[in-house]
């Protein structure tokens, strides 16, 4: 019977291309270049390769191979191997239960500036202050999240996902052409080559824990792991997909997108800031400060901010109808309720929970989560407490529970698996041990901090 009922890929590229589309999105565009802004250029962009090639390689070959071999979607992929680990397979589930909202807040504000640029506001987007005074607004930025979020809810009440999913196989292409062009002409302006160094020479003097963190946070936030979304696309890839290929692919297809993200954005921090390399530390709000400006400053501003916008407001809708097509398949599953009562009950909790995010900035700024606003907060809690904690049990899962050998079995199905060494190693040692250090100093200098 569930074998009947599971519908699956109709071949390695469908798959490959939705687990990208999960993959690629604000995570890559939005949030990868602040980070590597904030946390040192180019050593962030170092560690965060250097972690995607290794754990995030050896993670998504894992949740692929496990969901394929159990055919089971997360929760119960983790019970019904073993009963003890239920909590798990919850766990993973609240992650995209706390991201889709702040995500949702972030889609709305990427509708705005799309909207703004249609309508020709190219240069008051460009202005200081402007995006600033947008998010502390009481109403605007709340109408705005609204909308993204019921544009989403829609797409998946209506299943029409295979439609966007067909446009974006056409639109991110072109996301990759206009961004070399936008770097290209970051790169050329005066004051840049100093930005470009800062992105990509690594300075080890600027390393800590923090960065290597931030950077795993990163990762699995890009990649969309440790949330169980890639078990459940595993669990639809038919035994002669080649997983191991495809994981390249997607890791190098959301490198790609994440790396010039950077190289147009972290550059024009020296360039249109008159030296000011205190807005690096900008944060969440860097991508909308800083694009604008380079925008503003080319030929048909208005014309290239437009359709930077629309191409990022696809790759987010991808992404956004992945984390909810997960919290409704929970919401179903638990509740035994309805596809439509579910995505109803999951558009209203996301609009309440999401409300804080948009607020936060603006009229709820008075309220602070440990020193953190809240879309901060949500952000910090999924990315850098519970994504590395579930990516941890899963490393523990699969070597004392479901052995390593069987999901080396499995992958070798249908790959020749050349990095089976790195895999094994990574899964036993190297993954747990880097993930437990470095949650156990992060801690340690949180609590520092916090007594001080
Ligand atoms: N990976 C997506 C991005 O980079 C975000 C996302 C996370 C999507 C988790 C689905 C699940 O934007």
Same mark, same amino acid.
């Given at each position: 019977?569930?074998?009947?009922?599971?519908?699956?890929?109709?071949?390695?590229?469908?798959?490959?291309?939705?687990?990208?589309?999960?993959?690629?999105?604000?995570?890559?565009?939005?949030?990868?270049?602040?980070?590597?802004?904030?946390?040192?250029?180019?050593?962030?962009?170092?560690?965060?390769?250097?972690?995607?090639?290794?754990?995030?390689?050896?993670?998504?070959?894992?949740?692929?191979?496990?969901?394929?071999?159990?055919?089971?979607?997360?929760?119960?992929?983790?019970?019904?191997?073993?009963?003890?680990?239920?909590?798990?397979?919850?766990?993973?589930?609240?992650?995209?239960?706390?991201?889709?909202?702040?995500?949702?807040?972030?889609?709305?504000?990427?509708?705005?500036?799309?909207?703004?640029?249609?309508?020709?506001?190219?240069?008051?987007?460009?202005?200081?202050?402007?995006?600033?005074?947008?998010?502390?607004?009481?109403?605007?930025?709340?109408?705005?999240?609204?909308?993204?979020?019921?544009?989403?809810?829609?797409?998946?009440?209506?299943?029409?996902?295979?439609?966007?999913?067909?446009?974006?196989?056409? !639109?991110?292409?072109?996301?990759?052409? &206009?961004?070399?062009?936008?770097?290209?002409?970051?790169?050329?302006?005066?004051?840049?080559?100093?930005?470009?160094? *800062?992105?990509?020479?690594?300075?080890?003097?600027?390393?800590?824990?923090?960065?290597?963190?931030?950077?795993?946070?990163?990762?699995? *936030?890009? !990649?969309? &792991?440790?949330?169980?979304?890639?078990?459940?696309?595993?669990?639809?890839?038919?035994?002669?997909?080649?997983?191991?290929?495809?994981?390249?692919?997607?890791?190098?297809?959301?490198?790609?997108?994440?790396?010039?993200?950077?190289?147009?954005?972290?550059?024009?921090?020296?360039?249109?800031?008159?030296?000011?390399?205190?807005?690096?530390?900008?944060?969440?709000?860097?991508?909308?400060?800083? !694009?604008?400006?380079?925008?503003?400053?080319?030929?048909?501003?208005?014309?290239?901010?437009?359709?930077?916008?629309?191409?990022?407001?696809?790759?987010?809708?991808?992404?956004?109808?992945?984390?909810?097509?997960?919290?409704?398949?929970?919401?179903?599953?638990?509740?035994?309720?309805?596809?439509?009562?579910?995505?109803?009950?999951?558009?209203?909790?996301?609009?309440?929970?999401?409300?804080?995010?948009?607020?936060? *900035?603006?009229?709820?700024?008075?309220?602070?989560?440990?020193?953190?606003?809240?879309?901060?907060?949500?952000?910090?809690?999924?990315?850098?407490?519970?994504?590395?904690?579930?990516?941890?049990?899963?490393?523990?899962?699969?070597?004392?529970?479901?052995?390593?050998?069987?999901?080396?079995?499995?992958?070798?199905?249908?790959?020749?698996?050349?990095?089976?060494?790195?895999?094994?190693?990574?899964?036993? *040692?190297?993954?747990?041990?880097?993930?437990?250090?470095?949650?156990?100093?992060?801690?340690?200098?949180?609590?520092?901090?916090?007594?001080?």
């Amino acid at each position: 019977m569930e074998e009947k009922k599971r519908s699956s890929f109709s071949g390695r590229i469908g798959f490959v291309m939705a687990a990208a589309g999960s993959a690629v999105g604000l995570g890559n565009i939005w949030r990868f270049p602040y980070l590597a802004a904030k946390y040192g250029g180019g050593i962030f962009l170092l560690v965060y390769i250097l972690l995607a090639v290794t754990l995030g390689f050896s993670l998504m070959v894992s949740e692929i191979a496990l969901g394929r071999k159990t055919k089971l979607s997360a929760i119960e992929a983790f019970s019904t191997l073993n009963k003890k680990f239920k909590f798990l397979g919850i766990l993973a589930s609240a992650v995209p239960v706390i991201i889709l909202p702040y995500y949702s807040v972030i889609g709305g504000w990427v509708a705005k500036y799309m909207v703004v640029f249609m309508t020709g506001g190219s240069a008051q987007a460009a202005q200081d202050g402007y995006f600033s005074q947008f998010i502390s607004a009481p109403v605007e930025p709340a109408i705005w999240f609204v909308l993204y979020i019921i544009a989403t809810a829609v797409i998946v009440l209506l299943g029409v996902e295979k439609g966007v999913e067909k446009a974006s196989r056409i !639109l991110m292409p072109l996301l990759v052409v &206009l961004s070399v062009i936008i770097a290209v002409y970051t790169s050329v302006q005066p004051g840049a080559l100093e930005g470009i160094k *800062y992105y990509i020479m690594p300075d080890f003097s600027k390393f800590s824990v923090k960065t290597v963190l931030a950077a795993m946070g990163q990762m699995f *936030y890009s !990649l969309s &792991l440790a949330m169980g979304i890639m078990i459940t696309y595993g669990s639809y890839l038919k035994k002669d997909g080649d997983i191991e290929a495809s994981v390249k692919q997607i890791e190098i297809f959301d490198l790609l997108i994440a790396f010039l993200a950077g190289l147009m954005i972290v550059p024009s921090v020296f360039v249109f800031s008159g030296g000011d390399e205190s807005q690096l530390q900008t944060g969440p709000g860097l991508m909308f400060e800083m !694009l604008p400006k380079v925008f503003d400053s080319m030929p048909f501003s208005n014309v290239v901010g437009a359709v930077f916008f629309v191409l990022v407001l696809f790759a987010a809708l991808t992404s956004s109808i992945s984390l909810m097509e997960t919290v409704v398949s929970i919401v179903q599953d638990k509740l035994h309720w309805s596809r439509k009562k579910s995505s109803i009950a999951v558009l209203i909790f996301t609009i309440a929970v999401g409300m804080l995010s948009c607020l936060g *900035y603006g009229p709820l700024s008075f309220i602070s989560v440990f020193g953190m606003a809240f879309l901060d907060f949500f952000d910090f809690i999924s990315n850098s407490v519970i994504m590395p904690i579930v990516a941890l049990l899963t490393c523990l899962f699969i070597s004392k529970v479901v052995g390593v050998d069987p999901i080396v079995e499995e992958v070798k199905l249908s790959s020749a698996f050349k990095r089976e060494k790195v895999f094994r190693v990574m899964i036993r *040692y190297i993954a747990p041990i880097c993930i437990i250090a470095i949650l156990v100093s992060n801690l340690l200098s949180y609590f520092n901090i916090f007594v001080i």
